[in-house]
DNA sequence: ACTCATAATTATGGATTCAGAACCCGGATC
DNA sequence: GATCCGGGTTCTGAATCCATAATTATGAGT
């Protein structure tokens, strides 16, 4: 947001670079990282890369194993997902309440501006842009509990759940229901209701997960190929 | 615990010797990292202890000012702490919640043989390995939860508690409440009530919290300076 | 033709080197 | 006397270099 003095270190840079690439699919999940040739790629030496390198380890986005390199960190397994969202709703719903708590008028305005375009692609059936605007207003809701300890832990989170890159929007039906659970934490919001908020957003990730239930055994994408998706899934989390 | 094959990177190592000597408070918080004098003493080069450093900042531990160096965390002000307790109270509620619905009888005994360890040396007034033990104790509930994404945010929260290095404990009257809590822990998971685990828990680390209330604005330390410790103090989380 | 041993190649981990920014200190100026 | 400027030093950030482990390719032997 703002950067007047005291430029960002390259390995930062780089490692955004990074997580881009993973989040683009350009680094396909469980893939190994070619550091050399990412060096040419960026224009940098080794040095950086492999700093950033630690950091995304560190994050869990990527898997280091001693002298065979770096690989990008593997699709979640269901079971994953059973143990991740009930760990996630705890904390949204915990910003949710502090962020009902904490939010001041002009705050709450911004969530509402937010809210307003989600209703409005959802009637468009936009899917991707809703997602797009899910995820600010989830980070908006973060944002308002102004809990760094707690944004830290969620954010670190959210960054797996990126990697499903909101499949479980095109659940047939989803989009809508996803909406009116939005709308009812609105609701709690607006009348300062910061149990109910909690309540409902803690609902509201578990029936993500409930999607991407359906979604696993459900019927097969439009196009792209069944879950072949390579012989050995990597486990993202040590 | 074991290494037939593959070692650990350098560069891990280095970062768990850096994480003790911040610990072991021979790295004052806040204070600067001399790299130099940490390599001609590891007998290592820079690059290692550099990428062991970018880890600490992705864990907080260390801050990272471009172009200025390495600073290890500040303090935990007591705003900090209002913000952390309530957080962790949350996770190591669900800690013990998960723990109680998965644990083996097995793994209830080995628990029971920490909790024993604690009676003990509680009724001796040993604080220090009360301290020690205590930590055991949460360590192994949050391992019978056995739930990864869970344990590794409570991991990553509990490294900003480790800074406090017990401080509570040493509250008139805490360890015998801090054993007592304990007591009715181990009592809803012998009956396996992993509700009443996790209230119990979460009141637990509240009460933790008031605790240290009790002794910012208690009495002075029998020895050690004022809380003279630098004049900036900076924050532990971005 | 297949397997196993061995050599060549490549990639990783770590050390070293190099450029440039920040700090320190002395001196000049107002 | 305080402030501002300049030169030297130190330290950070990044590039390059080197040793060694892992992988691939090669070839001998069955």
Known sequence: MSRPIAHRALYQEVADRLRRLIYDGDLPLGSWIDEQALTVEFGISRTPLREALKVLHAEGLVQLTPR?????????????????????ALLEGRCAYEAVKKATPVEVRRLEGIHARLEKLASKGDVATYYENNYAFHETIQELAANPWLSRIVSELRRFLKLLRGRQLRVPGRLEAS?????????????????????????HLMSQRAALAVQERGPAPARAAPPAGGKGRRRAAR
């Open 68 to 88: 065979r390199g770096c690989f990008v960190a593997g699709e979640l397994a269901p079971g994953d997902l059973d143990e991740l969202f009930p760990v996630m």
């Open 179 to 203: 909406l009116e659970e939005h709308r009812k934490i609105m609701g709690a919001l607006r009348r300062g209701d910061a149990a109910a908020a909690e309540r409902i957003m803690r609902a």
